[in-house]
């Protein structure tokens, strides 16, 4: 069966420094990789999506970035944190468009 | 615009009663439609889908969703609450040609015993 794991599960950073978060997925091959963001506990916003090894697609426009290094791994970066970036992440993968998204426990950043 | 609306920002109901959170939705064609649940502190769990075929959908935990394309509605329903239900729901849709959800507010269910 498919496992999808994160970490770290919980982080605090100061303003201004780097940050990278890291998402796996054993048990399957060329999934389709998602990092959602889900401020104050309640709405989810699609950050970043990749359907293959180096394809990332950009939803939102901000100071993050995403990375598909390996067909199962995809990290979440940024090179200088702002106050706003707290929040927890969530990541997520899938086959194809119609079926179900899985997720990862998710990681809490909270940004000082 | 493509856009999911849950309506109650919160939902109170007593253990054993029936439960219903709102669903209704802007996308055009025939989309696909997910209700998920989320636990304090924890990522989200997976409840039932709607793809094609019979409009009732029966899903995890006892909860099932009826499926109303002409209110393009996607209620989540379940006959008797468990105080264990309490969690925050979330609902999403797919246009079929997209990869992206996209996600309703979500509704927090409060089941008081």
């Known amino acids: 069966s498919q496992t999808i794991h994160q970490w770290p599960a919980t982080l605090v950073q100061p303003v201004g420094s780097p940050l990278s978060l890291e998402c796996t997925v054993e048990g399957t091959s060329n999934p389709n990789l998602y990092w959602y963001r889900q401020a104050a506990g309640r709405g989810l916003q699609l950050l970043f999506y990749s359907v293959g090894i180096g394809q990332i697609s950009s939803e939102v426009p901000q100071n993050l970035s995403a990375s598909r290094p390996q067909d199962r791994q995809f990290i979440l970066s940024s090179k200088k944190l702002l106050l706003s970036d707290s929040g927890f992440y969530l990541c997520?993968?899938?086959?194809?468009?119609?079926?179900?998204?899985?997720f990862g426990p998710g990681t809490r950043l909270l940004v000082l | 615009a493509q856009s999911v609306a849950q309506p109650e920002d919160q939902v109170n109901v007593a253990e054993g009663n029936p439960l219903t959170v709102k669903c209704t939705y802007s996308?055009?064609?025939?989309?696909?439609l997910f209700w998920y649940v989320q636990y304090p502190n924890r990522g989200l769990q997976f409840l039932l889908k709607y793809i094609t075929g019979d409009n009732l959908v029966k899903g995890s935990y006892g909860f099932e969703a009826e499926f109303n394309k002409s209110q393009t509605s996607f209620h989540l329903k379940k006959p008797s609450a468990l105080v264990s239900d309490s969690a925050l729901y979330f609902c999403?849709?797919?246009?079929?040609?997209?990869?992206?959800?996209?996600w309703g507010a979500g509704t927090k269910l409060i089941i008081k015993p």
């Open positions: 996308v055009s064609g025939n989309p696909y």
């Open positions: 999403a849709v797919r246009d079929p040609g997209h990869y992206q959800l996209i």
């Open positions: 997520a993968w899938n086959f194809g468009r119609q079926e179900t998204q899985y």
